[in-house]
Structure formats: structure tokens, C-alpha cells
């Protein structure tokens, strides 16, 4: 059983960051983030390999945001930049035991964990 605990959101204006950070206990293989705003379904954000080496990412993200992990520390990041309120959405990490970072790993159902969520609040 892996246990995933985000932390790391808040409110922030237009054009500002954030990290947030994704903590895990038990084995992890491939991690993402997915963003769930009200009203909409759960989207992918980004995603990265069991490594490290390889990364995913949303067009809506790309070039804005940037996937980490510190398989020394068990942990996963999002540094976001450039925030808009499009951007407003609940947070969340998920993770698979598989290792090896696939082009169809944007789905949910893919994922076995998931986080509780953390919320971020773009304000205009």
C-alpha cells in the first residue's frame, strides 16, 4: 500500500508561484499531478518516470511548470509558474507501481494511489 500526501497549496495572484510537494511512503513507480477544478473532470497535468529521466506535460502546463522527484527522499514536486486563475483547481499526486513513463499515462485510471489533494487559488 503507498501512501501520498501533497502539501504546498495556497492563494497566489496571476503571474506568481508555487511549489507544491507530493510525499510518499512505499514503493512508487511512474508519478504525476492531476488538477480537478469545480465543475470539471480530473485532468493530467504532469507526469514523470520511475527515474526521473523522463517528463510529461499538459500543453496547458508546458513550458510554465516543471515536474520533479527525489527518489532519495520518496517525494515528488511541481514548481508552477506563471500562474493563471485557469489554473485553479485542486491538486493531486498519483503514482503506479510501473516504472516506465507511457504517452497514455495522462488517464486516471492508470493510476493506483492517489493523494487527498491540495488546493490552489490563482487570484485575477
Known amino acids: 500500500q503507498v501512501q501520498l500526501v501533497e502539501s504546498g497549496g495556497g492563494l497566489v495572484q496571476t503571474g506568481g508561484s508555487l511549489r507544491l510537494s507530493c510525499a510518499a511512503s512505499?514503493?512508487?513507480?511512474?508519478m504525476a499531478w492531476f488538477r480537478q477544478a469545480p465543475g470539471k473532470e480530473r485532468e493530467f497535468a504532469a507526469g514523470?518516470?520511475?527515474?526521473?529521466?523522463?517528463?510529461y506535460y499538459a500543453d496547458s502546463v508546458k513550458g510554465r511548470f516543471t515536474i520533479s522527484r527525489d527518489n532519495a527522499k520518496n517525494a515528488m514536486y511541481l514548481q508552477m509558474s506563471s500562474l493563471e486563475p485557469e489554473d485553479t483547481a485542486v491538486y493531486y499526486c498519483?503514482?503506479?507501481?510501473?516504472?516506465?513513463?507511457?504517452?497514455?499515462?495522462?488517464?486516471?485510471?492508470?493510476?493506483?494511489?492517489w493523494g487527498q489533494g491540495t488546493q490552489v487559488t490563482v487570484s485575477s
Open positions: 498519483a503514482t503506479k507501481p510501473a516504472p516506465f513513463l507511457y504517452s497514455n499515462d495522462w488517464v486516471p485510471s492508470r493510476y493506483d494511489y
Open positions: 512505499g514503493r512508487t513507480g511512474v
Open positions: 514523470i518516470s520511475g527515474s526521473g529521466e523522463h517528463k
